[in-house]
């Protein structure tokens, strides 16, 4: 698997899949620059490797599975509200397909040890029941494979930045914060291996973090 990056052009066509969709955060001209930074530095985490089964928790409008797709030899995707008819015709535009249901996180629709890639951006914010959301990603990979986690910050701060962007219920569905995640990591079976981060306008302590990318590991 080559280096994996999401840019501008990649997007162009893709539809808004259902309401609460943000691809239309990732073309806007400052915002849809840090909205596709962030999925690159999570990229950039992965092995340049190709993987037999990888799996996408969350595909939404499905603008990362055509990056995902050179390296997979299978394709799944599992969103719990987009309608997988419009991302089947992107796929099918672009040359590549993929196995997508509507189902949930917390009971995944999969044997143990199915997958060897998983990969979730911008979900697990949005899950009350998050330990058991990171024990079944656990359950579907295969020992040695990789889960590949990305959420924005939860606080005020990101509160009062997304309503200036225009998404007025931020405060009412982001209700798990980064530190809420990574406190259950090692209980659900991982094993942390990296992370990268996205900081404004400077790194930590003096900047404001907007976002977190974490590898992790199902051990062998």
Same mark, same amino acid.
């Given at each position: 698997?080559?280096?994996?990056?999401?840019?501008?052009?990649?997007?162009? /066509?893709?539809?808004?899949?259902?309401?609460?969709?943000?691809?239309?955060?990732?073309?806007?001209?400052?915002? /849809?620059?840090?909205?596709?930074?962030?999925?690159?530095?999570?990229?950039?985490?992965?092995?340049?490797?190709?993987?037999?089964?990888?799996?996408?928790?969350?595909?939404?409008? /499905?603008?990362?599975? =055509?990056?995902?797709?050179?390296?997979?030899?299978?394709?799944? /995707?599992?969103?719990?509200?987009?309608? =997988?008819?419009?991302?089947?015709?992107?796929?099918?535009?672009?040359?590549?397909?993929?196995?997508?249901?509507?189902?949930?996180?917390?009971?995944?629709?999969?044997?143990?040890?199915?997958?060897?890639?998983?990969?979730?951006?911008?979900?697990?914010?949005?899950l009350h029941e998050y330990h058991r959301a990171l024990a079944e990603t656990c359950r579907v990979l295969a020992p040695g494979g990789v889960f590949l986690l990305g959420m924005p910050s939860v606080n005020k701060t990101m509160e009062w930045l997304f309503h200036a962007i225009g998404h007025s219920t931020i405060d009412d569905v982001h209700v798990t914060s980064p530190q809420m995640v990574t406190s259950a990591f090692t209980g659900a079976g991982f094993r942390p291996a990296a992370a990268a981060y996205l900081d404004f306008p400077l790194a930590q302590p003096f900047g404001l973090r907007l976002y977190n990318n974490w590898l992790l590991e199902k051990p062998v």
């Open positions: 698997m080559n280096q994996l990056k999401i840019t501008l052009e990649m997007l162009d /066509g893709i539809p808004q899949n259902g309401p609460t969709d943000p691809i239309n955060y990732y073309r806007r001209p400052f915002i /849809g620059t840090l909205f596709r930074h962030r999925i690159n530095l999570g990229l950039q985490l992965l092995p340049q490797q190709s993987y037999g089964r990888v799996l996408e928790i969350g595909y939404g409008s /499905g603008f990362l599975l =055509p990056t995902l797709a050179p390296g997979a030899r299978e394709l799944h /995707g599992l969103d719990l509200d987009a309608d =997988p008819a419009p991302v089947h015709r992107m796929l099918a535009s672009r040359g590549c397909a993929a196995t997508l249901v509507q189902g949930s996180v917390y009971d995944l629709p999969y044997a143990t040890g199915t997958f060897d890639l998983v990969v979730s951006f911008s979900t697990f914010e949005h």
